[in-house]
């Protein structure tokens, strides 16, 4: 009687359930789709998930199908063209949009200037030997050098600490002294001023000292580490310090060119005419 008692209370207790086993194959068919719905694959210990990239920038401001087009006879210094690598290109396109170099007539400004001062990137340091240079107040280790032939210590001083300033954070508030405008002195105060935060915060600034020449130093610095690090930089740099953008006049012509030359500072202002000529059609054409 027992037995019988507690078979008919197991049975009243489930008795609720039977009205529903008809639903059963329902019920596990949303589960089933919950678990798919809400799974994500595993991702490997220690890896995170995938970044979307940056577009990728597949046109230059100055291509290297239109520096090749840029070629020409100067009646001075004969023929001229651009020697390009893929390197020099990226440091070229990087610089025009780092500095705001982007009109076609400041391009073509631009490229005028840096073809004639170096032959098209033939000599990214300045010809002459050691006499030479001292009867202009320089040596061969602060001779001109990149495509704007940027000269003397104080300058590379004053390009050392634009450098330091704008790419290392800790260095953001350190003074720089435009050189068009400041004297030596100032310049170097502020470039060793640096260098003294920079060695006290433990950071490695060698990357940018070695733009300013050291005799003693073992490996280029100096005119010969602008011409290998910073060509193109340079050359930005300088038109920006002299702003030679604000310079130029609305309409083209190689009266801007007169204009730039004068801040520039080199020779040859009819080589200067000549490379403009020859180059701001190339730009023209596709603008």
Not at 23 to 40: D, H, M, R, S
Not at 136 to 165: D, E, N, P, V
Not at 181 to 200: P, Q
Request: proline share 5%; glycine share 8%.
């Amino acid at each position: 009687m027992t037995e019988y008692t507690a078979a008919r209370v197991r049975e009243s207790r489930f008795a609720w359930i039977q009205p529903l086993l008809p639903l059963t194959p329902f019920f596990a068919g949303l589960v089933i789709v919950i678990l798919i719905w809400g799974w994500e694959p595993a991702q490997p210990a220690g890896e995170p998930l995938p970044k979307t990239e940056d577009p990728v920038r597949t046109e230059y401001l100055v291509t290297a199908e239109q520096l090749s087009r840029m070629s020409y006879t100067d009646s001075a210094l004969g023929d001229l063209s651009w020697l390009v690598t893929e390197s020099s290109l990226e440091e070229l396109d990087q610089v025009l949009r780092e500095y705001g170099i982007l009109s076609v007539e400041e391009r073509s400004q631009f490229l005028a200037q840096a073809m004639v001062e170096t032959a098209g990137g033939k000599w990214l340091t300045e010809l002459g030997d050691e006499a030479y240079f001292n009867r202009y107040g320089y040596t061969t280790g602060t001779r001109g050098a990149g495509y704007f032939h940027l000269t003397f210590a104080y300058g590379q001083m004053a390009f050392a600490t634009w450098m330091m300033k704008r790419s290392i954070p800790q260095l953001a508030d350190i003074t720089y002294h435009n050189p068009t405008c400041h004297g030596k002195a100032e310049i170097e105060d502020a470039y060793y001023a640096a260098l003294r935060l920079a060695a006290n915060l433990g950071l490695d600034v060698s990357a940018y000292s070695r733009i300013v020449y050291d005799a003693h130093s073992p490996v280029a610095t100096g005119a010969e580490d602008i011409a290998a690090s910073f060509a193109w930089e340079s050359a930005g740099y300088y038109w920006h310090i002299t702003g030679i953008s604000a310079a130029l006049d609305s309409e083209p012509g190689t009266h801007n060119t007169d204009a730039v030359s004068q801040l520039v500072g080199g020779g040859n202002w009819q080589s200067r005419r000549e490379a403009y000529l020859a180059i701001s059609p190339v730009l023209y054409e596709q603008s």
